[in-house]
């Protein structure tokens, strides 16, 4: 299986602290991989690493099998490396649709951007009823639904999810992680970032912890749910 993702020897710092301090790990084709941790373990510093948002000090990031160090997220996002961040970031001032066209910025076949953005209300039924709301108006479910959306615009092969059931009911949840299960079936290669342990492994086919800027372990993530380590320290048992 190809190796799409390859993370080796990162090292990243920024206001005075070293939050990742030497990670592997790689993201095959096809794959959902979870990468799971307590807050402020490095995850999040490490998916901004990984798409150009924050800078390298040290390893290197291979997408495609060339080093892509240095790129910013726009020339990642063009290569299909594509991010929904923690916290959702929508355009509160821009309606949903128009998030959604911002999403397919790089593209310019506008008649299947058309097409992706019924795609995603397929997906979203949500939206489509709101297609014309602002999106600082949504709820946190919507903003997160439309932030998903919004990433697919520009068709990804990799997709790096951040959090994305952060703050949000268990219903919304559940949905949530619905779409990334599906997003994963349709041939869309994921990295999926969670504090949520169970849920993460649960969908993943492989999965990662990481601990103090540390990947400390690694392996099948229906093997990882049912180690007693892991449950202890992320499933409360």
Not at 2 to 20: D, M
Not at 67 to 74: C, E, K, T
Not at 201 to 222: F, N, P, Q
């Amino acid at each position: 299986m190809t190796i799409l993702l390859k993370v080796t020897g990162l090292k990243v710092a920024y206001g005075g602290i070293q939050a990742v301090k030497g990670v592997d790990f790689e993201v095959r084709e096809g794959e959902l991989v979870s990468l799971i941790g307590s807050n402020g373990a490095g995850k999040t510093t490490t998916m901004k690493a990984i798409t150009g948002i924050l800078p390298i000090n040290d390893g290197d990031i291979e997408y495609m099998g060339k080093s892509i160090r240095g790129q910013g997220p726009w020339d990642l996002v063009a290569q299909g490396l594509a991010m929904v961040p923690e916290g959702r970031g929508v355009f509160a001032r821009m309606t949903i649709v128009e998030n959604l066209q911002m999403g397919a910025y790089i593209r310019h076949d506008k008649a299947d951007i058309l097409a992706d953005i019924d795609k995603v209300f397929t997906i979203f039924p949500r939206l489509k009823e709101r297609a014309d709301q602002l999106a600082g108006t949504l709820s946190g479910g919507e903003q997160q639904m439309l932030a998903m959306g919004r990433g697919l615009m520009s068709r990804p092969k990799v997709l790096l999810l951040d959090e994305p059931s952060m703050g949000l009911s268990p219903l919304m949840v559940d949905k949530i992680f619905e779409v990334v299960r599906d997003v994963s079936a349709q041939g869309v290669t994921v990295l999926l970032v969670e504090q949520n342990a169970s849920r993460a492994l649960g969908i993943a086919d492989r999965g990662y912890v990481m601990e103090s800027g540390l990947i400390t372990m690694s392996g099948d993530a229906k093997e990882m749910l049912s180690d007693p380590k892991v449950r202890a320290a992320y499933l409360g048992e």
